[in-house]
T-cell receptor, first 114, second 113 residues
Framework: DTEVTQTPKHLVMGMTNKKSLKCEQH?????MYWYKQKAKKPPELMFV???????INESVPSRFSPECPNSSLLNLHLHALQPEDSALYLC?????????????FGSGTQLSVL | QKEVEQNSGPLSVPEGAIASLNCTYS??????FFWYRQYSGKSPELIMS????GDKEDGRFTAQLNKASQYVSLLIRDSQPSDSATYLC?????????????FGKGTHLIIQP
């Protein structure tokens, strides 16, 4: 089973809303990632959790708040977003050691901020 | 910051021909290389990984790595219309840690029936 599940698949929110994106994997992977992808651009790394601890924050604005409740779950809390934050948000996971580098992506959440 | 360069295309290839996708990278110490396929509106899907110089074959896909030239390529034999997608080349942001991947901008491949 190489599945990473993301919900919701689509999300429309206003600039004053608070919403959360959810990600789940049951592959026993110990690293989980959030990427942001704008149309016709490559994915850009936002956050990395390794063994449930935030290990990388790529200078992401504080209106994006990640959370890793346990080794299988990853959330991204959204608050006071801007229209330019509209993008495909991708969750990924990887297992330990050498295969830390091999990322498996979820289907993504297409976010539109109005 | 590592750099991964790809020709954005579009690369148009007739059905049944060989599609050749190229990627160069800036960091000479990179040891692992990945090819992802991404259909429009979908998420990236890992199709090949390569760690050693030379060729690695998996079905219709062959990855080729030349570390001296800092060059990695993907060949798709007997191209099918279903191969039409954007192909992303990626290298790890560090050696062996969970630091994520740096992606190239991707090559848009079109297989013409």
């Amino acid at each position: 089973d190489t599945e990473v599940t993301q919900t919701p698949k689509h999300l429309v929110m206003g600039m004053t809303n608070k919403k959360s994106l959810k990600c789940e994997q049951h592959m026993g992977h110990r690293a989980m990632y959030w990427y942001k992808q704008k149309a016709k651009k490559p994915p850009e790394l936002m956050f990395v959790y390794s063994y449930e601890k935030l290990s990388i924050n790529e200078s992401v604005p504080s209106r994006f708040s990640p959370e890793c409740p346990n080794s299988s779950l990853l959330n991204l809390h959204l608050h006071a977003l801007q229209p330019e934050d509209s993008a495909l948000y991708l969750c990924a996971s990887s297992q330990g050691a050498r295969d830390n580098e091999k990322l498996f992506f979820g289907s993504g959440t297409q976010l539109s901020v109005l | 910051q590592k750099e991964v360069e790809q020709n954005s295309g579009p690369l148009s290839v007739p059905e049944g021909a060989i599609a050749s996708l190229n990627c160069t990278y800036s960091d000479r110490v990179s040891q692992s290389f990945f090819w992802y396929r991404q259909y429009s509106g979908k998420s990236p899907e890992l199709i090949m990984s390569i760690y050693s110089n030379g060729d690695k074959e998996d079905g219709r896909f062959t990855a080729q790595l030349n570390k001296a030239s800092q060059y990695v390529s993907l060949l798709i034999r007997d191209s099918q219309p279903s191969d039409s997608a954007t192909y992303l080349c990626a290298v790890p942001d560090s050696g062996g840690g969970a630091d994520g991947l740096t992606f190239g901008k991707g090559t848009h491949l079109i297989i013409q029936p």
